[in-house]
């Protein structure tokens, strides 16, 4: 993060810490919490912006031939109890 957008959002955090100080804890507390949303929003949209490095680049999410064999394994089990009926060849 750049030194400028840094400390703006140090300053945002401040500005909320002392209007947080002035309410009832039921207020500071809805307060905290939007502000936690608008930051992690913010840090998604800012992050979506950025353009990916090598180290960052989205993997698979899984594994093909390893969900493959488990679906097998479960099928497997399944005819084994007499749930699913073995198919005709």
Same mark, same amino acid.
């Given at each position: 993060? &750049?030194?400028?957008?840094? %400390?703006?959002?140090?300053?945002?955090?401040? =500005?909320? $810490?002392?209007? $947080?100080?002035?309410? /009832?804890?039921?207020?500071?507390?809805?307060? *905290?919490?939007?502000?936690?949303?608008?930051?992690?929003?913010? *840090?998604?949209?800012? %992050?979506? *912006?950025? /353009?990916?490095?090598?180290?960052?680049? /989205?993997?698979?999410?899984?594994?093909?031939?390893?969900?493959?064999? &488990?679906?097998?394994?479960?099928? =497997?089990?399944?005819?084994?109890?007499?749930?699913?009926?073995?198919? /005709?060849?």
């Amino acid at each position: 993060m &750049q030194d400028g957008a840094g %400390s703006a959002v140090r300053e945002c955090v401040r =500005q909320m $810490a002392a209007v $947080a100080a002035n309410v /009832p804890a039921a207020v500071a507390l809805t307060i *905290l919490g939007a502000g936690v949303v608008i930051g992690r929003e913010a *840090l998604t949209v800012l %992050s979506g *912006l950025l /353009p990916l490095t090598h180290d960052d680049e /989205p993997t698979g999410r899984h594994h093909v031939g390893r969900v493959s064999e &488990q679906v097998r394994a479960a099928k =497997q089990a399944a005819r084994s109890a007499g749930v699913l009926r073995r198919r /005709p060849r």
